[in-house]
């Protein structure tokens, strides 16, 4: 597989919320070349070019992270800690996303340099109009890090 | 006769008459040694009256210090009682101290250990708080994603197959789209219910009449078919969590803009009035009222006196009111005529109670 140029790290452990999360970001005109990892663990050999990703040069970085809270293994939390502790991945921008508003990893993830936080809204339309936006925002008007 | 004889007559004579006055010289003496000795005499008997009297006089003294020293003595002994009584009475108190201080001892552990159970219970409670948050933590997240899905899917149904559906089809998916969307926002209204049990109640005085302007603003920003119009009169403070009453005064005052809604204009009152140690608040309305005979339901969890759709709502707005003010050891209550309008009520502690 070719894992050149990817814009977009996206690390989404359920299949529904990642088939809805890239189809609004496809409607909303979010085209950049995208990679779904389904966990942590993943999302980590990515970052680091190792195991299915041996073959991916580091000196390629995303442009943008999406990353699900709630994963089994490791999770959003703990790939975030540890994005934001490495001096070569600081600097991508990270947006969380999760279920629900509840619980107190809000402040944890803000704590540990999350760039944003989404709460993925059950409702369509707003769910569809949130992704776009996130993908407008740090694509489009942010100055790429890299 | 003879002269000598006649001279020692003479001689006698002499003598005699001598005798004689010597006789008479000793009769004075003896009278004058008679009244002496009388004198003495009565001077002796003065004298033994006045030892008489000074006898009786010691008598009576001597009886006198036999009654004072009888006196002593029964004094004496009263004292000894009295020294016996306060030494018992020692011996009392220190009897009493002792079971005092082995009472205070008892009192001490009694509290250590009440105590200990206090720390105990709260630690129970904080764990089944835990418990409560991550379970409230997992419903949100779990309960959530599904229903996403469903609505998620649906509409790409809508979107994408529209030519293959049929007119029916297309309403039947429209329905999964409502209610997925309901079920997401009764799951949401649930867990903000819940947290609010949990909620720690910071009591600080609040500023009411800037509390309602804020509140006031933010309503407004909204923006309304009909603009409503406040009459707000003075608002006294009052003891309570800011930021939980805001969220009653919000509830309050978005239900009365709502169930205004089909009135031609929407006139709002706000006032207080002091009842014994609390300030009643109170929300007025000219909308749509209801009917008091429904009245134990209006504050009870997701129930509705109105349908879907005459007005929108999951039914947890006046419940949040309700526990709100009853976290505040407040109370809450309303008046309605149907088509009329209805009137909220809640009191809180004044603030100098």
Partial sequence: MNYHNIEILFVEDSADDAALTIRALKKGGVTNKLHHVINGAEALDFLYCKGEFATRSDQEFPKLILLDLKMPKISGLQVLEKIKSDPNLKSIPVVMLTSSNEGPDIEKCFALGANSYIVKPVDSDNFFKTVKEIGLYWLVLSQPAH | ?353
């Fill in chain 2, 1 to 353: 006769m003879k002269k000598d004889d006649s001279d020692e007559l003479i001689i006698a004579n002499k003598k005699i008459a001598f005798q004689h006055q010597e006789k008479e010289n000793r009769a004075a003496e003896l009278i004058i040694a008679n009244k002496e000795l009388l004198f003495l005499n009565e001077e002796k008997e003065k004298r033994a009256e006045e030892l008489a009297i000074a006898n009786k006089e010691l008598l009576f003294q001597n009886a006198e210090k036999e009654n004072r020293a009888a006196e002593l003595v029964i004094a004496n002994k009263e004292l000894a009682f009295q020294n016996e009584e306060k030494e018992k009475r020692a011996k009392e108190l220190i009897t009493a101290n002792r079971e005092l201080k082995k009472a205070e001892d008892e009192v001490r552990q009694l509290n250590d250990e009440l105590e200990q159970k206090v720390a105990e219970r709260t630690a129970q409670l904080e764990s089944v708080n835990k418990e409560l948050e991550s379970f409230s933590y997992s419903v949100s997240h779990d309960l959530r994603a599904p229903i996403r899905a469903i609505n998620g899917y649906t509409k790409i149904l809508v979107e994408d197959y529209e030519a293959v559906i049929d007119e029916d089809g297309l309403k039947i998916l429209q329905s999964i789209i409502n209610n997925s969307k309901k079920m997401g926002e009764l799951i949401d209204d649930l867990l903000a219910f819940s947290k609010l049990g949990r909620k720690q109640v910071t009591v600080s005085n609040i500023d009411m009449l800037d509390l309602v302007d804020q509140v006031k603003e933010e309503v407004l920003l909204e923006g309304h078919e009909n603009r409503p119009e406040f009459n707000i009169t003075e608002l006294p403070n009052a003891k309570g969590d800011k930021s939980l009453i805001k969220q009653v005064w919000i509830n309050l005052i978005s239900n009365a803009i709502k169930y205004s809604r089909h009135k031609e204009k929407t006139a709002i009152e706000i006032g207080a009035y002091e009842e014994d140690d609390h300030i009643v608040y109170f929300v007025k309305d000219g909308g749509a009222g209801f009917d008091m005979q429904y009245y134990d339901k209006l504050f009870g969890v997701f129930q509705r006196l109105h349908s879907q759709e005459e007005f929108e709502g999951t039914g947890i707005g006046l419940a949040i009111v309700h526990r709100i003010v009853q976290r505040h050891q407040g109370k809450v209550w309303a008046e309605s005529t149907l088509d009329e309008g209805s009137c909220f009520y809640f009191s809180l502690l004044n603030v100098n109670h």
